[in-house]
C-alpha cells in the first residue's frame, strides 16, 4: 500500500484538478467548525480501505455463491464484515451490501411488503426520513403512505397517537427513525403497537447507531423485525448502509438487495465498513458516543442561556433543531452566515413550518464530528458563542470575519482524525 504521501503525488500528476480540489476540501474539513449531525470524520485507516485496490473487483453475489471468480479475499473480507455487524448489534443476519440508507430502505420495503401495501413513518417536515413514506419519495409512489407527527405543543413523539393510528390504519409495515429529532426513540413501544397491529418494526437507525452501540441511546434490536442503517453518520464508517435483521427474513433482504435492486457490492467500502465496526467496538468508541450527548447537551444548554428557541426545548442525542422563527432571520440565510464564519450546519424545517422546505425556519446542528476532533464541552460553549454573534447579525461580514479569523485559530488545536496535519 503507498504511503499518504505517495497516494497524493500520483493524484497530482494524473489529476492535477481533482487534486486540488480533494487539497482544498481537506483545508476547508480541518479549518471549520463541522456541525451538520449527519456528518463524521472517518480515521486513516477507514480511509484506506475505503481507498483501496478492492475497488477493482465484481462479486455479485454473497459469500460463497458469486457470479463471478476470484472471490478468495473478498468472501473472506464480507463474512467477517458481516459477522462484525452481527456481534455489535447483537443480531441474527447482516446485510452489508445496500449503497446507502435510502436504497437499504426500498429494499427493506421490497423483501416485506407488496406495492401498495401501507407504510407508516415519521413524517419529513416532524423530523423523519424521504424514504418512510414522504409524498415525493418512492415510498409514497409505490406504496401507501401514512405519516405519524411530533406533538404540536413539547415536538415529542406521542405514542397514543402513533398507536391509534396504526389501530385505524393497519399498516403493513411501521417505520421509527429520523433525521431532525432531538430525542430518544421509545423502541420498546413501538414494537408492541407493531405487533398488536401485525405490522413488521423497522427501525431505521442511521442517525444513531454509534450512539446505540456506544450504549448512549436505546437498543432496538430485541424489539425490531428489521433495523436500516447508514454507516457514515455517528457510526463513522464509510459512506454506506447495512440491513440488520432476525434470521426469518434474512432470506428475503438478501434477495431484495441482490438480484433484485443492485448489482455488485462496494468492496472497498464493505472493508471500510468492517474496519469501522471493529474501531466502533471499542472501549474508546464507548466513551466518544457518550461524549457526542454530552456535548450536545453542553451546546444546547448554551444556545437555551443565550435566547435560542430549540425544537422540544433540548436535546438527548446528537442533534439539536433551532427554530429561529424570533430571531428575525431564517434558517438559510443563518446557514449561508455561518459557513461564511467557519461554521458548517444546514438548514431545516421545523414540526409545522410556515415556511417552505427550501426556506425554512431552522437550523440544524450536531455534535458526531465535533467530538471526533477531542472537543468537549468547554469548546460547544464557545462555539454557541460564535453562533450567536453570527445569528444575531448575520449581515455584518466584518463580524463574520472576524469570527471566521477565530474558528480557524481554534480549530487548528484539534486535530482531524483521518487528515494529516
Ligand atoms: N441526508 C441525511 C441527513 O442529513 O440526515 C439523511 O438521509
Redesign the pocket.
Known sequence: MLDVAEEKLALKETDPEVFQLIEKEEVYQRESIRLIP?ENYVSRAVLEASGSVLTNKYSEGYPGQRYYEGQRYIDQLESIVQERAKALFGVEHANVQPYS?SPANLAVYYALLEPGDKIMGMSLPDGG?LTHGWKVNFSARFYTAVQYGVDPKTHLVDYDQVRDLARAERPKIIVAGA?AYPRRFDFKTLGEIAREVDAYFLADI??IAGLIVAGAHPDPAPHADVISTTTHKTLRGPRGAMILCREEHAKAIDRAVFPALQGGPHNHTTAAIGVALQEASTDAFRVYGQQVVSNAKALAGELLERGFRLVSGGTDNHLILIDLTDKGVFGKKAAKALDRAGIVCNYNAIPNDPRKPFSPSGIRIGTPAVTSRGMGEAEMRQIAGWMDRVVGAPEDEEQVERVRSEVQEFCAAFPVPGIPQ
Do not use: A, K, W
Open positions: 449527519s440508507g426520513h433525521t442511521s442517525h
